[in-house]
């Protein structure tokens, strides 16, 4: 049985949370036992503000031992797994030190605040021989994998265009300063950037307009343009200043020789060039409960993940580095640099 701590309460902490309760209800090789966050005492009392609604707003934590300093937990569990849901800059560090302990991480996008920092992680995870994945959830996303197989399989031919979409309302706490999240182009759009990266690989050159709207919160509007060979034309925006009733929205248009899918209203509709249209069977499933079972089972046979190794989540960071240059510059052309990693 994998025993698993928990860092980090807020959003997205209690959807890794809602997600392992679910897991060992369904008898998976797991156990949650101990759940650490600076806040604890106040977090477990109250709601957390996120894109996606969670099971509660007030949780019964008296099952798990709780803990408001990540040391005395390590010092005081015998853990296989840790799950990092911390604010992005602190990442790197701790997952060093936990690897190098020889524990297990499954850590929340994006990898880390720089890429030399996810080298740094990369690197640390290959030298220990402990498992790290990045929760890059589209990945594992229905609607997404959808995509992944079309483009893979080719059955519609070579894709010719594509668009990506991710906004909603501002968010708030630790998220609006820049310096810990690195702002909406860092923590929203890089889940495009990474399916982006994950469909075709990294472009040649990428073109970013962005603005800054809330003061210290880094770019907040952001829209790539992806730059590949064979001239697919891409773009990805994502915007988390959508006030009002928006909500949130998630959406994709690709189009491929012989058809094109669009995702929208939380359902995939193909279109064949020569057929009808239809909508995907998928999966109900969120990316979230997929990746944390994959990554359990992954861990459980000894296997590496594949799906989203450490390498490509900080190569996707790497492409979200050139888009900040490219924004810097108002949109000038900026080709991706080397990898930047660190020997260890």
């Known amino acids: 049985m994998l025993k698993v701590g928990l860092i980090g309460f807020g959003f997205m902490g ?5 997600n392992y309760v679910r897991l060992m209800e369904e ?5 949650l036992i101990s759940i650490c966050d600076l806040r604890i005492e106040e977090l477990k009392n109250g709601a957390a503000w996120g894109n996606i609604a969670t099971k509660q707003n007030v949780y019964d934590l008296s099952p798990y031992r709780l803990y408001d300093d990540i040391q005395t937990m390590l010092e005081n569990e015998q853990l296989d797994i840790v799950d990092i ?3 992005t800059n602190l990442h790197a560090d701790l997952a060093c030190s936990l690897l190098e302990r020889g524990i297990h991480v499954l850590c929340e996008k994006p990898v880390a605040g720089t890429a030399a920092d996810g080298w740094r992680m990369a690197e640390t995870a290959k030298n220990t021989g402990s498992t790290l994945m990045i929760g890059q ?9 959808y995509l992944k197989s079309c483009v893979s399989d080719g059955r519609y031919g070579a894709v010719t265009a594509g668009s990506f979409f991710r906004g909603s309302g501002s968010p708030q706490g630790w998220f609006l300063d820049g310096s ?7 923590d929203m759009h890089v889940h495009d950037t990474d399916i982006v990266n994950w469909l075709f690989g990294k472009p ?3 073109s970013t307009n962005a603005r800054n709207v809330i003061p210290g919160s880094g770019y907040d509007i952001v829209s790539t343009n992806y730059i590949y060979p064979d001239g697919k034309v891409l773009n990805a925006q994502a915007d988390w200043t959508l006030q009002g009733d928006f909500g949130f929205a998630m959406t994709y248009r690709v189009n491929f020789e012989g058809g094109n899918l669009v995702f929208e209203n939380n359902q995939v509709k ?16 969120m990316g979230y409960y997929r990746e944390i079972k994959y990554f359990i089972e992954s861990v459980s046979k000894g296997e590496p993940v ?4 450490p390498e490509s989540a900080v190569e996707s960071l790497e492409i979200v580095e050139a888009e900040i240059r490219s924004a810097d510059k108002r949109g000038a052309l900026e080709a991706l640099q080397d990898k930047q990693r660190i020997e260890i």
Do not use: K
């Open 137 to 145: 959830c589209l990945r594992f996303w229905p609607a997404y994998e």
């Open 204 to 206: 040649e050159q990428v």
């Open 27 to 31: 008898g998976a090789p797991v156990e």
């Open 270 to 285: 193909a279109n064949p060039n020569d057929g009808p249209g239809f909508i995907a069977e998928l999966s109900e499933d």
């Open 180 to 186: 810990q999240s690195g702002g909406c182009i860092l």
């Open 85 to 87: 849901t911390l604010p």
């Open 306 to 309: 594949s799906i989203c190794t």
């Open 14 to 18: 209690r959807m890794h949370f809602d």
